[in-house]
């Protein structure tokens, strides 16, 4: 059974990267599939944020295209978000997800990670 | 982006009455492949999105056949059939045609 856990910093101070894990355990990132990051905000709106292949190439938000960078490990079967100048607004609970492109499906979802920006 | 829009925003309901939700798309769904990218996802309090239904009305495994979903092109609805204690949460349209990938507002359902 896949699973994929979400850590990093849970308090990130504005203008800073904001930097978070997805350890991906029963399925082989590199096998096939593309792995997001989507997150939530207060109030409950969601935004994809971006993903990375099986083949490592990377599809962004265009929202936000100048400050994401996602990358992976594929040694340890993890990849990973960075979000560069967060202010208070990227305030939210970060998620992991693997997308499955053949039947348009985010098939299954680490945890979250609460994130708060704020000095 | 492809603007997903979700009505009701809210909605409480009697345990074993039917919910509905509506969503409408900006643009079609439809891709050339004959697919339409139009799924349902469920997040229940502190858990993560659970998928409910894709390509409009294919049922996720292990998903209870209250769960159903219609519509076409731009127009989809979600229906709950006999709500239940455990179908309290919030409730998104998504849709994966084109990235980025959007999601609607979400509705929230709760109990009278």
């Known amino acids: 059974e896949i699973q994929l856990q979400e850590s990093g910093p849970g308090l990130v101070k504005p203008s800073q990267s904001l930097s978070l894990t997805c350890s991906v355990t029963?399925?082989?990132?590199?096998?096939?599939?593309?792995w997001s990051w989507i997150r939530k905000f207060p109030g409950n709106k969601m935004e994809w944020m971006g993903y990375?292949?099986?083949?490592?190439?990377?599809n962004y938000n265009p929202s936000l295209k100048i400050r994401i960078s996602i990358t992976r490990d594929t040694s340890k079967n993890q990849f990973f978000l960075q979000l560069n100048s967060v202010t208070t607004e990227d305030t939210a609970t970060y998620y992991c997800?693997?997308?499955?492109?053949?039947?348009?499906?985010?098939?299954?979802w680490g945890q979250g990670a609460s994130v708060t920006v704020s000095s | 982006d492809i603007m997903m829009t979700q009505s009701p925003l809210s909605v409480a309901v009697t345990p074993g009455e039917s919910a509905s939700i509506s969503c409408r798309s900006s643009?079609?769904?439809?891709?050339?492949?004959?697919?339409?990218?139009l799924s349902w996802y469920l997040q229940r309090p502190e858990k993560s999105p659970q998928l409910l239904i894709y390509?409009?009305?294919n049922l996720a495994s292990g998903v209870s056949d209250r769960f159903s979903g219609s519509g076409s092109g731009t127009d989809f609805t979600l229906k709950i059939s006999k709500v239940e204690t455990e179908d309290v949460g919030i409730y998104y349209c998504?849709?994966?045609?084109?990235?980025?990938?959007?999601f609607g507002a979400g509705t929230k359902l709760e109990l009278k």
């Open positions: 029963g399925y082989t990132i590199t096998s096939g599939y593309d």
């Open positions: 997800a693997r997308y499955i492109w053949e039947l348009g499906v985010m098939d299954a």
């Open positions: 390509q409009i009305s």
């Open positions: 998504v849709q994966f045609l084109e990235v980025p990938y959007t």
């Open positions: 643009k079609s769904l439809l891709h050339s492949n004959g697919i339409t990218y």
């Open positions: 990375i292949s099986n083949s490592g190439s990377t």
